[in-house]
């Protein structure tokens, strides 16, 4: 399996875009999650799904923010519109089962101008 | 919900000795405590974890230990090498997946 993937590596935007970032977990993993690494707050969870229901959204910081799971290969992290304090590094990360190890993407850098 | 400490923020030692990296958690209910390692421009890949029913784990150079009455654990990497130098996290999970990290440990292998 190639892992998570996770499009685009890096993306720059301007101050009021929509940003679209995209995850395709590891096939038959059931539990998916976003996660934002800052140096400020280290790595927060976001979001995570089980079995592409969003289970518990209290990261999320606004109504900013909103993520999907339309299906069990694909997630979608959205920010609209964008802002410069929302710049820090997004992962992806997948796992089966519980109490299990979870598998991270290489992360979206996001740089919002 | 749950809160992990993790100390030191920076570690640097030199080739060959010891590094030790603490955690502490504060709810009783966490039950599953796994280490990521991440290198520059990586995710985080999980390189040991132990569950709360056993008091120490050992991969190679890398151990753990947990001690459940004072809520902490411990990475023990012995013999350490340039290529361990990295930023080392914490997690603790009630068994429900949802992780708390701790805050990360830099460490510095100096050859």
């Known amino acids: 399996d190639a892992g998570v993937i996770q499009s685009p590596r890096h993306e720059v935007t301007e101050m009021g875009q929509e940003v679209t970032l995209r995850c395709k977990p590891i096939s038959g993993h059931d539990y998916l999650f976003w996660y934002r690494q800052t140096m400020m707050r280290g790595l927060e969870l976001l979001i995570y799904f089980n079995n592409n229901v969003p289970i518990d959204d209290s990261g999320m910081p606004e109504d900013r923010f909103s993520a999907k799971m339309p299906n069990a290969s694909f997630s979608t992290l959205k920010i609209q519109p964008s802002e410069p304090r929302d710049s820090a590094v997004y992962f992806c990360a997948s796992l089966r089962g519980q109490g299990t190890e979870a598998f991270f993407g290489q992360g979206t850098r996001l740089t919002v101008v | 919900g749950e809160n992990v400490e993790q100390h030191p923020s920076t570690l640097s030692v030199q080739e060959g000795d010891s590094a030790v990296i603490k955690c502490t958690y504060s709810d009783s209910a966490s039950n599953y405590f796994p280490w990521y390692k991440q290198e520059l421009g990586k995710g985080p890949q999980l390189i040991i974890d132990i569950r709360s029913n056993v008091g120490e784990k050992k991969d190679q150079r890398i151990a753990v230990t947990l001690n459940k009455t004072a809520k902490h654990f411990s990475l023990h990497i012995t013999e350490t090498q340039p290529e361990d130098s990295a930023v080392y996290f914490c997690?603790?999970?009630?068994?429900?997946?949802?992780?708390?990290f701790g805050s990360g440990t830099k460490l510095n292998v100096k050859p």
């Open positions: 997690a603790a999970s009630m068994g429900h997946n949802k992780f708390y």
